[in-house]
Each structure stands twice: as structure tokens, then as C-alpha cells.
């Protein structure tokens, strides 16, 4: 869940898919300070926002907690990349 601000109020609203209506043929969510609505998908773009969050769930590890769990005393604070070399 995010929060971002209203563009017609500046009220602070607590974005989350949860909280999306449907309205004619949109999924809009509004202000609950306003009501303006300022988040509108239609059901096709909703659906891809919600398979995209269950791939994420899914697939993408908790970095932070796995980080938590780790002796990191002894580890470098310096991170560095390579370029990656093509297998065949």
C-alpha cells in the first residue's frame, strides 16, 4: 500500500488496488476527503496490475528480511557489477 496525494484536495490517500470501484466501464478509486477520482484503469489494465503484483509476490525474494537474517558484520560495504558473460 502507498500513499500519494490528491491532485484536487492534496489530501493524502492510501493507494491499494483493494480500494479501486467500478464505475461504467473504469475501475476508478477516489479521494475519501473529495471523492475527485484520480486513479482510473479499465478492467483489462487491472487485471494486468493485478497478475503483475502476484508475479511479484511470487517471485521476487524479501530482500530486506533475508538481509535481516544474515551475519552482515563480515561483508563488504561496497557492492560492484560485472558484465555478465553469455553461456552458450
Not at 489494465?45 to 502476484?54: P, T
Request: charged content about 30%; overall charge negative.
Amino acid at each position: 500500500m502507498q500513499i500519494i496525494a490528491c491532485p484536487t484536495c492534496e489530501q493524502d490517500v492510501q493507494w491499494d488496488m483493494n480500494h479501486l470501484q467500478k464505475l461504467g466501464e473504469r475501475w476508478v478509486m477516489a479521494c475519501e476527503k473529495c471523492g475527485d477520482p484520480f486513479f482510473s484503469v479499465s478492467e483489462e489494465e487491472k487485471e494486468m496490475i493485478l497478475a503483475g503484483i502476484r508475479l511479484t509476490e511470487a517471485y521476487v525474494p524479501d530482500i530486506i528480511h533475508a538481509y535481516d537474517s544474515e551475519d552482515v558484520k563480515n561483508l563488504p560495504s561496497r557492492v560492484g557489477f560485472e558484465e555478465i558473460k553469455k553461456s552458450n
